[in-house]
């Protein structure tokens, strides 16, 4: 027999909590936008109103307790406007109206009658109580961070409950895990070191490309020593008030040191610890300055408290830094994260696997092989996508099937069946891709064709030669670079000897070809006219490569004319090398393309055989 609950009548105490809320939220609306039940004067942020301080847009300021009023200047398209903003306590704002020459004077007070004089000082403390009862009712906690903005936002992970993540969880980035298994040695017997007189790094700088496992590792190391995990990111600072971020760095540390043995983790450290001379949207002295002096303090001091404190960091873009942080005593200490290799993302994958259903024919180190360049957050994301590609087919178990679709989709992105080529477009896509693939084939090197596919798929691509190394490679020589320039002109040369003309779909492959013909010639001095000397400037890390383009050291005219008539010859020679092989391999070239134009995606085996028929140029 079921017994029914007495239903929970409010007490009265929580209605007359309620009541003050409403109250209160309705009076703050009140004041935050005074346009929806009075003045229609509009508010703006106060960044904004700084930015517009600064570049000079504002004549006139009128500066009250509770608002600041100011009118910006007309403009060629839109007339002189009035604007509010709310005050903050910010005793450097004379001074810059005043730099700014900008007029500005204190609001007249307030012509309000008495009672309104009455309400402004009985309502706010009611308005706080309220809310204040409201959210500290809400739960354990519930009130906690949302009224004192100094509190810090740093959570705190009870070592033991939160932090169960240990180096088994983080696989591929062996040699980052074992220099961090020294840091995990300090933190649990920092005596051992101390008593022989060494000093205990304080900061440690996880460097990598995002989606590497770099939080992963910090939780990791804290898992592994059983410490307290403080956790903080740079990009939550940004966006704050003056002297907020300093005060809240300065809270972290102290609750950090209370809680040593510890590791205080800070994400994004870029955010903060931009370099001071690269000026910031406030120029010289901003917010951004305040935080990482803070933080620079604070390292500083506890080195003298002998708390055992380890500061990680992340950040995937170490040359942004200011220098001051890289000093000895703070972030002295470097531990590149960076993305697997084949053995590592076998490993990942077997990882992630656990947490799902394997079917029988799944060969986790086949889509290691095929999954070059991926992070360990991609394998993770690849993993989970497959099982929902299983789910979605019901099927009981995921599929290698569905692993293999799941890269695509990782790769580039959902596959669009809707988006339609037309005809002509859908026949240039096809020699295309063919071009590239005869020509890669040809081309030989340590990649295999795996894949032609005129199925649009993403934003870009329109189609795509899916070629997959068959082992990692850290090193190529020469002839491999030129096998990788031809193929990826390939595309272009087959859109030529076909129609005769060529599309704008090249341009991507032209911009590959070129830079790596570039590479080739300044960096990796391989070219017989300049010699083997360095014309670039080298950029302080790998993955740097990939977004930088090339900057070239400062060289004379000449050698600058030299580097590009090299250039343009390594690029001509592999087109005419291209344009041979689909020469020769006219009727094949057309085979394939028809094939393709109706299956749409040629693979595996067939490819093979129609592969191997090429001829030799
Ligand atoms: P980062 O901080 O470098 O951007 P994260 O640590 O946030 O990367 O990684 C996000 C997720 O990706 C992790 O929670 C984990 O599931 C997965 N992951 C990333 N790198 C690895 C790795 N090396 N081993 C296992 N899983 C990883
Ligand atoms: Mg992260
Ligand atoms: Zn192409």
Redesign the pocket.
Known sequence: MAIQDQPKRPTPRQIGNLVLAAAGVFLLINLVAPGIFGSPIPQVPYSLFIHQVESQAIDQVSIGQNQIRYRLKASGDHPAQILATTPIFDLDLPKLLEANGIEFAAAPPPRNGWFTNLLSWVVPPLIFVGIWRFLANRGPGGGQGVLSINQNKARVYVPGETTKITFA?????DEAKAELVEIVDFLKSPDRYTQLGARIPRGVL?V????????????AVAGEAGVSFFSISGSEFVELFVGVGSARVRDLFQQAKKEAPCIVFI?ELDAIGKSRSSGGFYGGNDEREQTLNQLLTEMDGFSASGATVIVLA?T?RPEILDPALLRPGRFDRQVL?DR?DLA?RE??LQ??AQKVKLGADVNLHEIAARTPGF???????LVNEAALLAARNSRVAVAQADLNEAIERVVAGLEKKSRVLGEKEKKIVAYHEVGHALVGYQMGGSNRIQKISIVPRGMAALGYTLQAPTEDRFLLDEQELRGQIATLLGGRSAEEIVFGSITTGAANDLQRATDLAERMVTSYGMSKVLGPLAYDRGSRSQFLEDQVPNPRRLVSDQTSMAIDQEVKEIVEMAHQQALSILKANRDLLETISNQLLTTEVVEGESLEKLLAQAVKA
């Open positions: 969880d983080v696989a591929g980035v996880l990598g490309p995002p989606g590497t496992g770099k939080t992963l590792l910090a939780k994400d992340a995937n994260v697997p590592g490993r990942i990882i992630h992070a360990g957050a991609d394998l993770a994301n």
